[in-house]
């Protein structure tokens, strides 16, 4: 028995790690194709969650049944939280963080958005009316420095990013906050996959009202573009997102938490690496006092977080 479970451990700590490798990837890949192939950001977004959506809703189909897809829109409550999930959760926040990486690059862009989990707990404590704990202050404060270095380069007479680069990433951070709070009571009554299928479609379908998918000049892309394209919507967004919704059940929420710090890693490094991106020590250190953040962050009690939420009356 402690075989199996140190067994299925591994597993879900493997693919976490994949899933966070891949989506720090796949905001590099986007760079290169907006930057390199003039693919715009907006139908990027529409094209990828659509398809994601669709592939996901479609696994859920075969592997639960019609009715873990369909039953979900039965009730009136979870048809208004589900679409208003799929506008302002997981169109907002996809499409915040692909701008932020179309004015600027991918690190800075993916480090920004990691600043949710800072956000998300300052609220907490605005809304409970209840000082943050030590560790919360020290993950606030270094998420704090980490930005300024970041957006600075040290220097806070200037800034190292532009301006709209800054403030798509910002947003992206505040979209995945408002992400990570309002589901909680749509998770607990449906399955995991149900949910983000049906917010990347609802997502994808509100957007293509101002980026239709057909509507894109296609005819100077070649193979190698459509095939980018491909990377960010099946090895960017559906196999990560299946992966780490599958290795919750090997594994704590804190510790994917853990182990998502990857992304951001893997997206500066990628990004630095692959196409040149400029990272001096001060952006080194911003990167590094981030991700201090979202570990300060998931090494509290899950039971103290999950008490603090079911106080809240967001859903």
Same mark, same amino acid.
């Given at each position: 028995?402690?075989?199996?479970?140190?067994?299925?451990? +591994?597993?879900?700590?493997?693919?976490?790690?994949?899933?966070?490798?891949?989506?720090?990837?796949?905001?590099?890949?986007?760079?290169?194709?907006?930057? +390199? @192939?003039?693919?715009?950001? +907006?139908?990027?977004?529409?094209?990828?969650?659509?398809?994601?959506?669709?592939?996901?809703?479609?696994?859920?189909?075969?592997?639960?049944?019609?009715?873990?897809?369909? $039953?979900?829109?039965?009730?009136?409550?979870?048809?208004?939280?589900?679409?208003?999930?799929?506008?302002?959760?997981?169109?907002?926040?996809?499409?915040?963080?692909?701008?932020?990486?179309?004015?600027?690059?991918?690190?800075?862009?993916?480090?920004?958005?990691?600043?949710?989990?800072?956000?998300?707990?300052?609220?907490?404590?605005?809304?409970?009316?209840?000082?943050?704990?030590?560790?919360?202050?020290? @993950?606030?404060?270094?998420?704090?420095?980490?930005?300024?270095?970041?957006?600075?380069?040290?220097?806070?007479?200037?800034?190292?990013?532009?301006?709209?680069?800054?403030?798509?990433?910002?947003? $992206?951070?505040?979209?995945?906050?408002?992400?990570?709070?309002?589901?909680?009571?749509?998770?607990?009554?449906?399955?995991?996959?149900?949910?983000?299928?049906?917010?990347?479609?609802? +997502?994808?379908?509100?957007?293509?009202?101002?980026?239709?998918?057909?509507?894109?000049?296609?005819?100077?892309?070649?193979?190698?573009?459509?095939?980018?394209?491909?990377?960010?919507?099946?090895?960017?967004?559906?196999?990560?997102?299946?992966?780490?919704?599958?290795?919750?059940?090997?594994?704590?929420?804190?510790?994917?938490?853990?182990?998502?710090?990857?992304?951001?890693?893997?997206?500066?490094?990628?990004?630095?690496?692959?196409?040149?991106?400029?990272?001096?020590?001060?952006?080194?250190?911003?990167?590094?006092?981030?991700?201090?953040?979202?570990?300060?962050?998931?090494?509290?009690?899950?039971?103290?977080?999950?008490?603090?939420?079911?106080?809240?009356?967001?859903?």
């Amino acid at each position: 028995m402690m075989k199996t479970m140190t067994r299925s451990r +591994g597993r879900g700590f493997i693919m976490v790690l994949v899933a966070a490798v891949l989506w720090g990837l796949s905001g590099t890949v986007a760079q290169h194709l907006f930057h +390199g @192939a003039g693919v715009g950001e +907006g139908w990027l977004v529409t094209v990828r969650l659509f398809i994601s959506g669709f592939l996901l809703l479609l696994w859920m189909f075969f592997r639960s049944g019609s009715d873990a897809v369909w $039953s979900l829109w039965r009730s009136p409550r979870d048809r208004r939280q589900v679409l208003l999930l799929g506008v302002c959760g997981m169109l907002a926040v996809q499409y915040t963080y692909f701008a932020s990486i179309a004015a600027g690059n991918a690190a800075t862009a993916t480090l920004l958005q990691y600043l949710g989990p800072a956000l998300l707990t300052s609220w907490l404590a605005i809304r409970l009316r209840k000082m943050p704990e030590s560790r919360e202050w020290a @993950a606030v404060g270094s998420a704090l420095a980490g930005t300024f270095l970041l957006v600075t380069g040290g220097d806070p007479s200037t800034l190292s990013i532009s301006l709209p680069a800054l403030i798509w990433g910002l947003g $992206s951070a505040v979209a995945l906050a408002f992400y990570t709070l309002y589901p909680a009571g749509l998770l607990q009554r449906w399955e995991s996959g149900t949910v983000v299928g049906w917010a990347m479609l609802i +997502g994808g379908f509100a957007l293509s009202l101002l980026y239709p998918p057909w509507a894109v000049r296609t005819e100077h892309w070649g193979w190698e573009t459509w095939g980018w394209i491909a990377v960010v919507v099946l090895f960017g967004t559906l196999l990560p997102f299946f992966l780490y919704l599958d290795s919750l059940r090997f594994l704590r929420p804190s510790e994917t938490g853990l182990l998502s710090c990857a992304e951001p890693l893997s997206a500066a490094i990628a990004a630095v690496w692959w196409l040149g991106v400029p990272f001096g020590f001060p952006e080194w250190t911003g990167a590094a006092l981030i991700i201090g953040t979202v570990i300060l962050l998931s090494l509290k009690k899950e039971k103290q977080t999950q008490e603090k939420v079911k106080q809240l009356d967001v859903i």
